[in-house]
């Protein structure tokens, strides 16, 4: 039997199954886990910055196109034992590059790698380029074109010890970041963060949620596209497995009238977003526009004590400064002292949450809070205080006799 036919029939990466390892932010996993299983995959291994799965490119298409907290969605091309770069090197070129990409392509590589002979992962990434463009050129004469842009097809080592993989990193661009922001302002959240922290919530989706203090609205922007399911693949239309050889437009495009499709309209939705400067709310109405949900978030600027609260139950959510990055952190005392007293006197019956990177600010809320949720922003170990904000005074529980 010719080994060359046996191999080319294994190289339809759309429709076979092989290894599928889908990143995210640390802390983010058990809600990307969460995502994973609602889409109907069988999540087979989960780790601290991500989880592992079986399935095909055509699976890594909805899953790119689906997933709120994921950063990359990696699909694994091969495997083998490496203890040296020279080994990579020999290893990559005798793979049969020219049935994954287009003479007439672009590519990059990027590489995790943790090996005693490595002290630079440029060094990696060049080996695999050269590796690349050496088997195609030796192959096909033409070679692609390679740089750091991620906006074609990126592949990705990763190389621990004795072991290396390399993998097709179907996204490209982080997925971390939605697509819709197209105006940052002041030390925004992360929109795969905000997606997690709301998943961590126990709003149910259609009762009241007010965000006060929000900023460029990342928060009230992914509470709306969590109650209308409305998911980042709507305003993305480029990831590198579109640039890789077996690409159906088709296919993709089907997915992307699904999306559409599974929208869905929640009735007397609101979802309340305030600030004190005007220009956050303008940067706000932008980015909710770009989203196409600007019409179903009530903007208000005012100071965060004056945000209307409409009857209970709801959430509200506070994503104040945390005095790591911006603000002072004895003006924030009292700042955070205030935000207790609004939650007390003008959030009752409400479940609230505020999301910090400063404990000791926190306390200062007066408040006990009824979970201390784990997350990170940045490289800040940050919390999610939830709050069970009683209406009128909670009733002791009278002793037995």
């Known amino acids: 039997m010719n080994p060359n ?37 069988k999540v087979e291994k989960t780790f601290v910055t991500g989880l592992e799965l079986k399935g095909t490119v055509k699976d890594c298409i909805l899953l790119n196109m689906n997933l709120r907290c994921a950063s990359q969605v990696l699909y694994s091309l091969t495997s083998f034992k490496c203890d040296s770069p020279e080994i990579l090197y020999d290893k990559l070129i005798a793979f049969e590059w020219e049935k994954i990409i287009s003479p007439n392509g672009y590519f990059t590589v990027t590489s995790h790698a943790e090996h005693f002979t490595v002290n630079n992962e440029m060094f990696v990434n060049v080996k695999v380029k050269d590796a690349i463009v050496d088997r195609m050129r030796r192959e096909l004469g033409p070679r692609p074109n390679s740089g750091p842009d991620l906006d074609k097809a990126v592949f990705h080592l990763y190389w621990k010890d004795e072991r290396a993989e390399i993998f097709l990193d179907t996204s490209g661009e982080t997925l971390a970041k939605h697509g819709y922001r197209k105006i940052p302002g002041k030390a925004p959240m992360l929109e795969a963060l905000a997606a997690a922290t709301l998943m961590a919530t126990k709003w149910d989706r259609q009762s009241p949620f007010v965000n006060p203090m929000c900023g460029s609205s990342t928060v009230a922007i992914e509470a709306v596209m969590l109650a209308t399911n409305r998911r980042p693949g709507l305003y993305r239309n480029n990831y590198s497995f579109m640039h890789v050889i077996g690409y ?58 004056q945000t209307e609260v409409p009857s209970a139950p709801g959430v509200v959510f506070l994503n104040p400064e945390y005095g790591e990055r911006m603000g002072d952190v004895t003006e924030l005392e009292g700042t955070y002292g205030r935000i207790g007293d609004f939650l007390k006197k003008k959030c009752q019956g409400y479940t609230g949450y505020i999301f910090t990177g400063n404990l000791d600010l926190a306390k200062k809320v ?21 709050y069970e904000l009683y209406a009128g005074s909670r009733r002791a529980t009278p002793p037995t006799t």
Not at 251 to 275: G, H, T
């Open 5 to 41: 036919v046996i191999q080319s029939s294994t190289m339809d990466i759309f429709n076979k199954a092989a290894r599928i390892v889908i990143t995210c932010n640390k802390r983010l996993a058990p809600y990307l886990e969460k995502e994973v299983g609602e889409l109907g995959f």
């Open 248 to 305: 159906d437009e088709k296919f993709y495009q089907l997915e992307a009238s699904k999306l559409r499709s599974q929208i869905v309209e929640v009735p007397n939705l609101k979802v309340i977003a305030s600030d004190l400067n005007p220009d956050a709310i303008d940067i706000s109405i932008i980015n909710a526009g770009v989203a196409g949900v600007d019409s179903l978030i009530d903007f208000q600027v005012c100071d965060f004590e």
């Open 366 to 386: 007066g408040l006990k809070a009824s979970r201390r949720i784990e997350f990170y922003s940045a490289k800040l170990d940050c919390r999610l205080l939830e």
